[in-house]
């Protein structure tokens, strides 16, 4: 399973992804940033990572892999040793 984690200041305000709607159709969104939306490392975002780690053992999930799409304030090996260390401090 792929871990990411993010913030986002304009949440609620429609979709950060391109999206499929019910007719199959990409709905694409407006521009990431035009929402606030910035990937973070694992721990430092808004994800609950207690409860998706938890339903993901349950579900038999053997491996996570952490996955940085842009580091934004550190340099990306330091966001991996980052999530690398939440992820440790968890006991995972």
């Not at 992804?17 to 007719?23: C, K, P, S, V």
């Not at 606030?36 to 339903?55: H, M, N, R, T």
């Not at 038999?60 to 842009?70: A, T």
Request: glycine share 10%.
């Amino acid at each position: 399973m792929h871990l990411k984690d993010f913030v986002c200041e304009k949440l609620g305000g429609g979709p950060v992804y391109a999206l499929i709607d019910e007719d199959g159709n990409e709905m694409k969104p407006e521009d990431k940033s035009d929402a606030g939306f910035k990937f973070k490392p694992v721990g430092s975002g808004i994800q609950d990572w207690k409860s998706i780690l938890e339903a993901a053992e349950e579900a038999g999930i053997e491996y996570v892999i952490v996955e940085q799409d842009q580091s934004y304030e550190q340099d990306p090996l330091d966001a991996a040793k980052t999530s690398r260390d939440y992820l440790k401090s968890l006991g995972i």
